[in-house]
């Protein structure tokens, strides 16, 4: 079974510049997760997708970042402008929705922000 | 909100060292407990779970117990190996809310 799929790998951009990630979930998976993750800490949620609807974007920085989940498959995070602060990793996560369910993670985007 | 506690790192151990990484959780209702591991170069694995009250998950030699008397959920090993080297992530789910909220990470680093 394939696991979930994140590109680019790596990503080095100027402050106030745009970027854009990209995750596929493992087949089947109704639920969608980004998580930042900043040197040094935890894996932080941005957001979570129940098939293509927001379950929870509390912790989203709505001012420069977005994210979509178009037919409830791939889904892309965007942030526009970049700041220094963003510089982290971007882990997207699947599960299959169910109650106490594993998430299971891809292996990220390292993003630097100069 | 939850929040999970860890202790720091690094942790420095020889092999076949008795391993333990201490981890404790707030929240107010009853998570679901996970230890999470994450390999040089590699994602985020899931090493093992516990979803309620002296449940004890267990995966590759590595055990867990969930103590909800003592809000912790710490993890152990009899005996490590330099393949276990990593950094380990102690993480809660909220029933309610359902995403996962990690602690700062300890990194383990084995010696031969």
Not at chain 2, 20 to 38: E, H, K
């Amino acid at each position: 079974e394939a696991g979930v799929a994140q590109s680019p790998r790596y990503k080095i951009i100027e402050k106030r510049q745009s970027v854009a990630f990209w995750c596929n979930p493992i087949s089947g998976h109704a639920t969608l997760y980004w998580y930042q993750q900043i040197l040094g800490q935890g894996p932080k949620l941005l957001i979570q997708f129940q098939n293509n609807g927001v379950v929870d974007d509390s912790q989203l920085p709505k001012d420069r970042f977005s994210a979509e989940r178009l037919k409830g498959v791939d889904s892309t995070l965007k942030i526009q402008p970049a700041k220094l602060e963003d510089s982290a990793v971007y882990l997207c996560a699947s599960s299959t929705g169910t109650a106490q369910e594993t998430q299971y993670f891809g292996p990220g985007t390292r993003l630097l922000v100069l | 909100g939850n929040s999970v506690t860890q202790m720091e790192g690094p942790v420095t151990l020889s092999e076949e060292a008795f391993l333990t990484i201490n981890c404790t959780y707030t929240a107010t209702g009853y998570p679901s407990l996970f230890w999470y591991v994450q390999y040089p170069g590699e994602g985020l694995q899931l090493l093992l779970k516990a979803t309620k009250a002296d449940d004890k998950g267990s995966n590759k030699g590595f055990e867990a117990t969930y103590r909800k008397e003592t809000t912790s959920f710490h993890l152990e090993k009899g005996s490590v190996q330099v393949s276990d080297s990593a950094v380990y992530f102690c993480a809660s789910m909220d029933t309610g809310r359902r995403a996962l909220t990690f602690g700062s990470g300890t990194r383990l680093q084995v010696q031969p």
